[in-house]
C-alpha cells in the first residue's frame, strides 16, 4: 500500500486469532492491531459495554465519531436514549502498556462470562473480543448462511 493511500484512508483492523487473559485480565493486543493504533491513532481506546455476544474495541477518534451520531439520534429519536445511555455510559477508555497488553475491566468480562480464552476479530474500525466458545458457536457457517447472504452481496454490487 502507498504512503498516499495510507495518509488518506484509516488503517482498518483485520484478521481473527486466539489470545488469552491473563490473571489480572489483561490481554496482548496482536502486532497487526497495535500497527494500526501505532500508524493512524494512538494509545488510547475505548470499550463498549457488551455488544450483543462480545467487546467492541474502538481507537478513541472512531469512538467519538460513532458517539457524535449517537447523540445526534437522541434528538430525533427519544426512545434511542436507552441505548445511548448504555453504550456511552457503559464504556471504558484503556491504554495499551508497555508490553502491548489491555486491561479488560472485570465487570465487563463478568457480563460476558470472558474467561481465559479470547478471540479477536478485526471489523475494520474496530475489534471485537469474543469468548472462545461464544465465538465458535457464533462464526460457524452453513451452506445457508452464504446462500443467504448472496443477496446482499449482489445487492452491494459486490457479485
Known amino acids: ?50 455488544w450483543r455476544t462480545c467487546l467492541r474495541i474502538y481507537p478513541l477518534p472512531e469512538w467519538e465519531k460513532m458517539e457524535a451520531t449517537l447523540l445526534s439520534k437522541e434528538k430525533k429519536d427519544p426512545q434511542f436514549q436507552k441505548m445511548i445511555r448504555y453504550l456511552i455510559g457503559g464504556s471504558e477508555e484503556c491504554q495499551i502498556d508497555r ?22 476479530n478485526g471489523m475494520g474500525p474496530f475489534f471485537e473480543i469474543w469468548d472462545k466458545d461464544a465465538w465458535e458457536a457464533e462464526s460457524s457457517m452453513t451452506p445457508q448462511d452464504f446462500n443467504d447472504f448472496d443477496a446482499t452481496l449482489h445487492e452491494l454490487g459486490l457479485f
Open 1 to 50: 500500500m502507498s504512503d498516499t493511500v495510507t495518509k488518506n484512508q484509516p488503517g482498518r483492523f483485520r484478521g481473527r486469532s486466539e489470545h488469552a487473559l491473563d490473571g489480572k485480565g489483561r490481554l496482548n493486543v496482536p502486532s497487526r492491531f497495535r500497527d494500526v493504533l501505532l500508524r493512524e491513532y494512538d494509545d488510547r481506546l475505548l470499550i463498549t459495554p457488551p
Open 99 to 120: 508490553n502491548g497488553r489491555i486491561l479488560l475491566p472485570v465487570h465487563l468480562r463478568n457480563q460476558l462470562d470472558l474467561k481465559k480464552d479470547v478471540v479477536m
